[in-house]
């Protein structure tokens, strides 16, 4: 006979459990630089070796056995995003203290998508998301306290989705519901597809979707001025300008848009302009960030994961905006759509009380405030930014080894800790295609390299550019150093006649 249901959560077998598992998680981490950072396998590598079926019953000591072939077939399978020499796309950001969050919050298992089904769980994630947005320096407006407000989300593109939706109803609310077919949303070639998917989703017509060409010679920025002529273009063709997605550190490169000149041209025209800084909106922890996002009193609505370089391990978006209340008119489930303020701070400070399912897509949510709010508490803000600091210096490291080779050109300004570079064409008859096949095959030979780093590559502007994005928690200068090497003595295998 099985045991009854309460066994599985049985106090004594959890605290067992428990101490198998976090040794085992911290004999990884001893253990992480150890592994190849990325496998080199074919495509059903595990499923050969597994079962067809789950087991009906369990074998004996199931949870040991379990961690065997988690150690012996899964680790031997994966990408180790918490290696040290893990360069590609962002980092994960992980600590011990992220990673405890998630237990805690796992173990804890509430369901709060209204304040009611778990009064603390909502009330945490209203402060936490004030904690944070006054540690990045956001304009007071987007915070709960400035009349703005914020949630946690799993991710950017949920967060994208949301707003998109909450500025579409805003603006079809005022000019009428048939004309969904006229609204134009604008971007630059370096934004995300998170944007051109939430864009679709939506239901904005796939031809209505601009896509304005970055500025290529130094920034990779989109430029006002492309905009403005786009905009223009279509208020005069009888279509209605409704969105803008600006970025504060694209993907391919960590390009910064003019926030306070896009808003210039997007702002007097009821656009409504979210800002996507998953990335690098956690070095605006650092003061000497902050002059790249000048002029973001105007923006509606700002999106950044802490999950990618604050230390508050996967998935942890934060997306704050000036009027949540556009956001529940498009995603509330109850007919009185009204944000309730029904309590008041010692200070006088309304506390919103909060329905955070008429924020977001689903109704069941995770606690992710207690993940941030352990973080934020246990490394407190100056932990923070010296991580984040700590991080650029390595990668201003690196960017110094790649100025020195004669060789290599960094291809796009560094601004955060990410470095972009590739092999010079090595003689002016080297035709662009040549020289991006010759990247290429830099690129694949380091990443073959079972000791070497792992890194990743974009196009950006016709250009293949190799990425080398540090940020993993345990990276030091030492690895970027190796990196380095390795990638040069490939270079020089690539380069021999
Ligand atoms: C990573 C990234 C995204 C997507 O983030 P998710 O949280 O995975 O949805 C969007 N925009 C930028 C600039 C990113 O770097």
């Given at each position: 006979m099985s045991p009854p249901p309460a066994q599985l959560l049985d106090s004594d077998e959890f605290r067992r459990q428990g101490h198998q598992v976090i040794d085992f998680i911290a004999e990884y981490y001893s253990r992480i630089a150890e592994y190849p950072v990325h496998p080199d396998l074919v495509p059903g590598f595990l499923s050969r070796r597994l079962p067809q079926n789950a087991p009906s019953r369990p074998e004996p000591d199931p949870l040991s056995a379990a961690l065997n072939d988690v150690r012996d077939l899964i680790l031997p399978g994966i990408t180790h995003w918490q290696s040290p020499r893990h360069f590609a796309h962002f980092p994960a950001s992980s600590s011990t203290v992220g990673a405890l969050g998630e237990a805690l919050a796992a173990g804890i298992n509430v369901v709060p998508f209204t304040w009611a089904a778990s009064p603390a769980a909502t009330?945490?994630?209203v402060v936490v998301v004030d904690w944070l947005g006054k540690a990045l320096q956001l304009p007071k407006s987007l915070l709960f306290e400035g009349g703005g407000g914020g949630t946690l989300l799993g991710t950017s593109c949920e967060a994208i989705?949301?707003?998109?939706?909450?500025?579409?109803?805003?603006?079809?609310?005022e000019i009428g519901e048939g004309r969904i077919g006229d609204l134009v949303v604008y971007c630059s070639d370096q934004?995300?597809?998170?944007?051109?998917?939430?864009a679709r989703i939506a239901g904005i017509r796939k031809d209505n979707c601009r896509v304005i060409p970055a500025q290529r010679e130094d920034t990779f920025a989109l430029p006002p001025a492309g905009l403005e002529d786009a905009v223009q273009a279509d208020v005069e063709a009888?279509?209605?300008p409704v969105f803008l997605c600006t970025s504060v550190g694209t993907?391919?490169?960590?390009?910064?848009?003019?926030?306070?000149e896009l808003c210039a041209v997007a702002s007097p025209r009821g656009v409504w302009v979210h800002v996507d800084a998953a990335y690098a909106g956690s070095a605006l922890i650092c003061p000497e960030f902050r002059h790249l996002v000048e002029g973001m009193e105007a923006v509606d609505s700002l999106s950044m994961n802490p999950h990618k370089w604050l230390l508050a391990n996967n998935d942890c978006c934060a997306l704050w905006l000036k009027q949540p209340s556009a956001l529940v008119a498009a995603l509330g489930t109850d007919d009185d759509v009204i944000l309730k303020d029904a309590a008041a701070r010692d200070d006088g400070v309304p506390v919103p009380v909060v329905d955070y399912k008429d924020w977001q897509i689903s109704l069941t949510r995770?606690?992710?405030a207690l993940k941030l709010w352990l973080v934020l508490r246990c490394y407190g803000t100056?932990?923070?930014?010296?991580?984040?600091?700590?991080?650029?210096?390595?990668?201003?490291a690196f960017e110094d080894m790649v100025c020195a080779d004669a060789r290599f050109e960094v291809v796009a300004p560094r601004l955060f800790a990410l470095v972009c570079f590739r092999l010079r064409p090595p003689s002016i008859a080297t035709s662009p295609l040549e020289a991006n096949n010759l990247n290429e095959r830099l690129l694949a030979?380091?990443?073959?390299?079972?000791?070497?780093?792992?890194?990743s590559c974009a196009v950006v502007g016709g250009v293949y550019v190799l990425r080398c994005a540090v940020g993993s928690t345990l990276t030091e200068e030492c690895h970027v150093r190796e990196a380095w090497k390795v990638v040069q003595d490939h270079a020089t295998l690539i380069l021999a006649p």
């Open positions: 009330e945490l994630e989705l949301c707003v998109l939706v909450a500025a579409r109803d805003r603006k079809l609310a934004t995300h597809f998170a944007f051109r998917k939430a009888g279509l209605v993907t391919p490169t960590t390009a910064v848009d003019p926030i306070r995770r606690f992710r100056d932990g923070l930014r010296d991580a984040v600091r700590a991080h650029v210096r390595i990668a201003a030979a380091v990443n073959a390299t079972r000791e070497g780093p792992y890194m």
